[in-house]
């Protein structure tokens, strides 16, 4: 079984929407993270919690919010899709060690398109 | 704040050459640490290698080695002995002491050709 599960893997939705997108993982790590890929810009982190109750905005947070329901879970939604929301979205663990973040174990990724 | 450039959209390689990726970033911190990422047409994520910032020697794995140059800010992957399956888009990254911040390039995508 993987490690990092995302659901839906796909998901066509209409501007206006509340959509959300599930992560689940196996890996005991603490640390969880939200990104979109858009072709040519790469990876931007959206959120990130480092516990259930550190939560954190990343570089672009407008338009998202998150829920981390326990360690192994944590979701983001959009409150009210909009086209250019349209994107591949990652989620990630890591574990850190003594000196410092280990690397990100990612999801499968969720394509979503907004109409 | 941070940046990751990456200045090649697209490279190519024959099938048993070496081809290098650049990479060049930039910040404040003297901790930190910079990881290649590789993601095939399957869309996964998959890490290639990890260098810490604090470490002089260069990070290898197998065929994958980098060119890690700190006073430069640069942090190169090349690819020994390239194979079809390595074609793919690949991503340099950069994360801090603390995790707060992660920053991933815009990617490279490498062809190889038989």
């Known amino acids: ?115 | 704040a941070q940046t990751v450039t990456q200045s090649q959209p697209e490279m190519s390689v024959q099938e048993a050459e070496t081809v290098t990726l650049s990479c060049t970033y930039d910040t404040s911190e003297s901790d930190y640490y910079l990881f290649w990422y590789k993601q095939p047409p399957s869309r996964q994520m998959i890490l290639v290698i990890r260098q810490e910032a604090y470490k002089q020697q260069n990070a290898t794995e197998n065929r994958f080695s980098v060119n890690f140059q700190k006073a430069a800010k640069s942090f190169s992957l090349k690819i020994s002995d390239s194979q079809l399956g390595d074609a793919a888009m690949y991503f340099c990254a950069y994360h801090n002491q603390a995790g707060t911040a992660l920053i991933f390039g815009k990617g490279t995508t490498l062809s190889v050709s038989s």
């Open chain 1, 1 to 115: 079984d993987a490690d990092v599960t995302q659901t839906p893997r796909n998901r066509i939705t209409k501007t206006g929407k509340r959509i959300m997108l599930e992560c689940s993982q196996t890996k005991g790590h603490d640390r969880m993270y939200w990104y979109r890929q858009d072709p040519g810009l790469g990876l931007r982190l959206i959120y990130y919690s480092f516990d259930v109750k550190d939560i954190n905005k990343g570089e672009i947070s407008d338009g998202y919010s998150v829920s981390r329901q326990a360690q192994a879970k944590f979701s983001l939604s959009l409150e009210s899709a909009i086209p250019n929301q349209t994107a591949l979205y990652f989620c990630a663990t890591s574990d850190v060690t003594g000196v410092g973040p280990r690397e990100q174990f990612f999801g499968p990724g969720t394509r979503l398109t907004v109409l």
